[in-house]
């Protein structure tokens, strides 16, 4: 009796798609290559941000200004102001600003500048040679000390002192503020500041005072309207 091969039915060839009478029966169709997805591929992606269209900043960048030496309070009430009315922060500093400039030049608000004090020195010229030898210097600095004696200074305490006063002075002037406005009050502004040699920051604090008083008297009123930014088919929605 002959052995059975155990492949003798893979050399056979394929059946075909048929049943028992003959008749042929669809077999759905499997394409040869069929998409394995790895976990990888299951895990969403984020959506590419949109880049911001920046055409309206770089038309309106001349109109950006920064300031410095304006307190941080006055730009706190600006903002409290510009909340309270529903409007942007820079119109309402242009309010202001448009207001000083108007009574400056209509000689309505005075400008009166204060010279700072300055450092002085005994050599203008700068370091030149004394007329005096160093040996001579020395016996007119022992006979000075004899003469006239100076009570030691607490240098701790002094350097102390000097310390905070610089701290103040140099943090007022350290706030920087940016706004945008008009560039024709930019310039006016600018123009008015150096009339009278003064730092342009502590004229925008000035006019900005001003204007504040003026506005908490009622002197200056900020009435603002809607602004009509579209327009719609559908009133009632």
């Known amino acids: 009796m002959a052995r059975r091969d155990a492949f003798s ?3 056979e060839s394929p059946s075909s798609n048929t049943d028992e009478d003959g008749r042929s029966v669809d077999m759905p169709a499997f394409s040869e290559k069929q998409d394995i997805k790895q976990p990888l591929d299951l895990i969403p ?14 038309a309106h ?20 102001i ?6 942007p922060r820079d119109e309402v500093v242009r309010a202001f600003l448009e207001f000083g400039v108007k009574q400056y030049r209509c000689g309505q608000l005075t400008l009166i500048a204060y010279p700072k004090a300055q450092r002085m020195t005994l050599f203008p010229e700068g370091e030149r040679k004394t007329l005096v030898s160093p040996a001579q210097s020395k016996e007119i600095n022992a006979w000075l ?6 009570a030691v200074k607490n240098e701790r305490g002094a350097k102390k002192k000097k310390g905070k ?15 945008r406005i008009p560039v024709l009050l930019k310039e006016e502004i600018r123009s008015i500041a150096n009339e009278h040699t003064l730092p342009v920051g502590e004229l925008v604090w000035f006019f900005i005072e001003q204007a504040l008083q003026a506005f908490r008297t009622g002197s200056l009123s900020l009435q603002p309207a809607p602004k009509m930014i579209g327009k719609t088919l559908f009133q009632d929605r």
Do not use: M
């Open 9 to 11: 039915g893979l050399r």
């Open 45 to 58: 992606t984020a959506q590419r941000r949109k880049k911001r269209n920046r055409d309206w900043e770089q």
């Open 61 to 80: 960048r001349a109109e950006t200004v920064t300031y410095r030496g304006v307190p941080r309070e006055c730009h706190e009430w600006i903002e409290e």
């Open 82 to 87: 510009a909340e309270g009315l529903a409007v």
């Open 145 to 150: 000390n004899e003469a006239f004696p100076v």
């Open 165 to 179: 006063k610089d701290l103040v002075t140099g943090s007022r002037w350290e706030i920087r503020v940016t706004y």
